[in-house]
């Protein structure tokens, strides 16, 4: 018997998977329990039914859909705290309204103005 990998492409026929081999022809589950890619045809001994345990996928989201759902206060305390050092344990936040961020959103330019809110206030040590 040999070990060498096999691939397969899946194809489906009412409700089953059927799978073909490498060489053009269905993978065939025979009566004695062999199994080979031998048939030409597809027929009741190459349907199979195929289960995974795989975990689904999960939608990622975007940092886009982050500023939308919160509020901008606090997406404006997150992004501080990405940038700051916290030498004296002590979270700087601009004392400016939030009103500009608001209106920033709306126009599109929201990380344009919260760039300039950290640069105004130069507590972060990649903006200066």
Avoid: W
């Avoid at 070990?3 to 899946?10: A, K, T």
């Avoid at 939308?68 to 916290?86: A, D, H, I, L």
Wanted: positive net charge; glycine residues 6%; hydrophobic residues 25%.
């Amino acid at each position: 018997m040999s070990r060498i990998p096999e691939e397969f492409q899946i194809s489906f026929d009412d409700g089953f998977q059927v799978l073909k081999g490498c060489n053009g022809r269905y993978l065939t589950f025979n009566s004695d329990g062999s199994i080979g890619c031998t048939s030409e045809e597809i027929k009741d001994n190459n349907k199979v039914i195929i289960r995974t345990r795989g975990d689904k996928e999960r939608k990622v989201e975007t940092l886009a859909e982050k500023e939308k759902r919160g509020s901008v206060r606090e997406y404006e305390t997150n992004y501080v705290k990405m940038f700051q050092k916290f030498q004296d344990k002590k979270l700087k936040i601009s004392k400016n309204s939030v009103k500009d961020l608001k209106v920033a959103r709306k126009e599109g330019r929201f990380h344009e103005e919260m760039l300039d809110r950290r640069e105004k206030m130069k507590s972060d040590r990649y903006c200066m």
